[in-house]
T-cell receptor, first 111, second 113 residues
Framework: TQLLEQSPQFLSIQEGENLTVYCNSS?????LQWYRQEPGEGPVLLVT?????EVKKLKRLTFQFGDARKDSSLHITAAQPGDTGLYLC???????????FGQGTTLQVKP | NAGVTQTPKFQVLKTGQSMTLQCAQD?????MYWYRQDPGMGLRLIYY???????DKGEVPNGYNVSRLNKREFSLRLESAAPSQTSVYFC????????????FGSGTRLTVV
């Protein structure tokens, strides 16, 4: 069974700081997705990465997929209070579209 | 666009009671899913429906049943609620292709006392 490990589990930073969170898999990713979940809401898809070495940018967020497709990172530049939330990585599995989720990184950005 | 709609948003049940959580999507997605989210456990798949007319067990199916009523609707039933089923339940849908992410509902917070 594939396991996704995210680190760190919790992160509390000041507005304007940079940060990186990580997602590592026990096996090769099929299709890695990153989600952000705000309190009281469901997760919202941020990005999907498929190709090893792929880098995608979404405003201040940079997503990187490892060359061996077993790890990924999310870097946030100049964090803002609106970035606060739970960041989840997930991997697609087979043609049913089932996703396996990591446990998430809880990010708090203080004004 | 409504996306994925879940009802109710909150529910308190007594041990042994039954209830059905409703989920509907308006995006013409083929696949639908039910997850539960517990502190420190992440999102765990209960049941899924790859397409209309099919349902399959996920990681934690015990104590639950599902019905894929039509392409739009996928319900989750607790026949005899237990305190261990206290959780936040999320319904999601997808176009059933790699690279297409899930669209989640806003969740149902269930407490079993």
């Amino acid at each position: 069974t594939q396991l996704l490990e995210q680190s760190p589990q919790f992160l509390s930073i000041q507005e304007g700081e940079n940060l990186t969170v990580y997602c590592n898999s026990s096996s090769v990713f099929s299709s890695l997705q990153w989600y952000r979940q705000e309190p009281g809401e469901g997760p919202v898809l941020l990005v999907t990465v498929v190709t090893g070495g792929e880098v995608k940018k979404l405003k201040r967020l940079t997503f990187q997929f490892g060359d061996a497709r077993k790890d990924s990172s999310l870097h946030i530049t100049a964090a803002q209070p609106g970035d606060t939330g739970l960041y989840l990585c997930a991997d697609g599995s087979g043609n049913t579209g089932k996703l396996i989720f990591g446990q998430g990184t809880t990010l708090q950005v203080k004004p | 666009n409504a996306g994925v709609t879940q009802t109710p948003k909150f529910q308190v049940l007594k041990t042994g009671q039954s209830m059905t959580l409703q989920c509907a999507q308006d995006m013409n997605h083929n696949s639908m899913y039910w997850y539960r989210q517990d502190p420190g456990m992440g999102l765990r798949l209960i049941y899924y429906s790859a397409s209309e007319g099919t349902t399959d067990k996920g990681e934690v199916p015990n104590g639950y049943n599902v019905s894929r009523l039509n392409k739009r609707e996928f319900s989750l039933r607790l026949e005899s609620a237990a305190p261990s089923q206290t959780s936040v339940y999320f319904c999601a849908s997808s176009r059933r292709s790699l690279g297409y992410g899930y669209t989640f509902g806003s969740g149902t917070r269930l407490t079993v006392v």
